[in-house]
């Protein structure tokens, strides 16, 4: 079966850095995509990875470990508008089909 | 914006009814996706279009259907609606690769309520 972890929610305080954790297990892998969901709207893409390492996007970076199963997403300078959910994705080898998993409901105090 | 819409944005209709959701790709995009996403679950992959033919098939329902039409847009069916398929639902695009490693762009949404 497919199996994707994340915690429930996060809080963090505006300026700081928050590590949001995934951990997978699917019957093969073909890439790792982070998206951002506000309440009620559509997931908007955040990144991708497919080789181990360390992506950076501006406030934002997704690193992977393909044989530890794991990625993070790191979200810098945290702002208010930064309060949403994240959801990991897994692409399983040789299909185009992602398997989401549960989100991560992050929200920033000020 | 995605480039990807999707309407109606809202639907409330009644049990054992049936909808249509509409969703156009964005411009160059071969692949149609469609995605439920229920207030305690997840987003649940239901099934894929590439091109006009069924590409791959999650957890769908019999009494769901979809396809997709030469001008690419793409359609979901729900028939004998249930009150447990109030949810959101999303269409999402890629391409033109199939099986390539082109990131899903996904439309708005339809909130559908099934009273």
């Known amino acids: 079966g497919q199996n994707i972890d994340q915690p429930t929610e996060m809080t963090a305080t505006e300026g700081a850095i928050v590590q949001i954790n995934c951990t997978y297990q699917?019957?093969?892998?073909?890439?790792l995509f982070w998206y951002q969901q506000h309440a009620g709207e559509a997931p908007t893409f955040l990144s991708y990875n497919v080789l181990d390492g360390l992506e950076e996007k501006g406030r934002f970076s997704s690193f992977l470990s393909r044989s530890k199963g794991y990625s993070y997403l790191l979200l810098k300078e945290l702002q208010m508008k930064d309060s949403a959910s994240y959801l990991c994705a897994v692409r399983l080898y040789n299909t185009d089909k992602l398997i989401f998993g549960t989100g991560t409901r992050l929200q920033v105090f000020p | 914006d995605s480039g990807v819409t999707q309407t109606p944005k809202h639907l409330i209709t009644a049990t054992g009814q049936r909808v249509t959701l509409r969703c156009s790709p964005r411009?160059?995009?071969?692949?149609v996706y469609w995605y439920q996403q229920s207030l305690d679950q997840g987003l649940q992959f239901l099934i894929q279009?590439?091109?006009?033919?069924?590409?791959a098939k999650g957890n769908i329902l019999e009494r769901f259907s979809a396809q997709q039409f030469p001008d690419l847009h793409s359609e979901l069916n729900l028939s004998s609606l249930e009150l447990g398929d109030s949810a959101l639902y999303f269409c999402a695009s890629s391409g033109p690769l199939a099986g390539g490693s082109d990131t899903q762009y996904f439309g708005p949404g339809t909130r559908l309520t099934v009273l």
């Open positions: 279009y590439y091109n006009g033919e069924e590409r």
């Open positions: 411009s160059g995009d071969l692949s």
């Open positions: 699917t019957s093969g892998f073909n890439g």
